[in-house]
């Protein structure tokens, strides 16, 4: 089998690639890396996973004996902004994929998307004050409240995809989420709330090279203005595209398609 080309951070945290390798199970030339889960008790889960991370690229980097383009959904995003900061040598180029700058306002979006779908829902109310709430008093307590609220609602996922090629990526998420190691709550809380402890101002990597940035046009959790302004200011050099697909474009077009948008 060929050396890995694409090293591919998944989104989360706390995910797990499984939907991609189901997808693309042929794929031989992505590198599908399972990202570790935090260690219990673990002081910077975060931090520990920027290291983790590192640690992959570089040996995956050395088995292809070339630089890699570096493919990341969502919260992967950052992960790849600290493989580019840290070791622009080997990356050949960058391929986002709904990328979250602020995963707790992409959260609060979504949540918002939620309750306007499922207004009429018997737990919606409790979603609304869950909201108003944390409009009072902003904070990562408050944040996992409005998560709480939300996962009362039904087939809450669906809303991740686009109309137009995501009822059959909705139903296969639906059903791979509920697999082993497909989710990590405990990952996923310990490692957000290690992230939004971190200063996220935006700035300029190293990494000169190609960026391409696509943001879908049915993405609950993104504006789409406002992302690309911040990510501009971390990759200037970056292209910024729009698709037809909800937030996980990887899940809806083809990988060719991603890897290479016009």
Not at 198 to 212: I, L
Request: charge should be negative; hydrophobic fraction near 45%.
């Amino acid at each position: 089998m060929a050396a890995p080309s694409v090293f591919y951070l998944h989104g989360g945290p706390g995910l797990g690639p499984v939907f991609e390798r189901a997808r693309y199970p042929d794929a031989g030339h992505v590198h599908w890396w399972q990202q570790p889960l935090a260690k219990p008790c673990a002081a910077r889960p975060y931090l520990d996973l920027l290291e983790a991370s590192l640690v992959e690229f570089r040996r995956v980097a050395a088995e292809a004996g070339q630089p890699l383009t570096v493919m990341a959904s969502s919260f992967g995003a950052h992960l790849a902004v600290h493989l580019a900061r840290q070791a622009p040598e080997l990356v050949k180029d960058i391929v986002l994929l709904g990328p979250t700058y602020n995963p707790e306002d992409a959260g609060l979006r979504f949540a918002r998307r939620a309750f306007r779908v499922h207004t009429d829902h018997p737990h919606a109310a409790k979603l609304a004050v869950a909201l108003a709430m944390y409009e009072d008093d902003p904070g990562r307590p408050r944040f996992w409240d409005v998560f709480g609220a939300l996962s009362l609602l039904p087939d809450v996922t669906e809303l991740y995809f686009g109309p137009n090629g995501g009822a059959e990526a909705a139903r296969s998420f639906a059903e791979l989420i509920r697999q082993p190691g497909a989710f990590d709550g405990p990952t996923s809380v310990a490692t957000s709330d290690d992230f939004s402890a971190q200063d996220h101002t935006p700035q300029a990597s190293p990494f000169t090279g190609p960026v391409s940035v696509l943001f879908g046009s049915y993405d609950p959790m993104i504006d789409a203005d406002k992302d690309r302004d911040l990510w501009a200011q971390v990759f200037p050099q970056a292209a910024f595209f729009k698709v037809d697909t909800g937030h996980f474009p990887l899940l809806e077009l083809t990988l060719e398609e991603c890897l290479a948008p016009v």
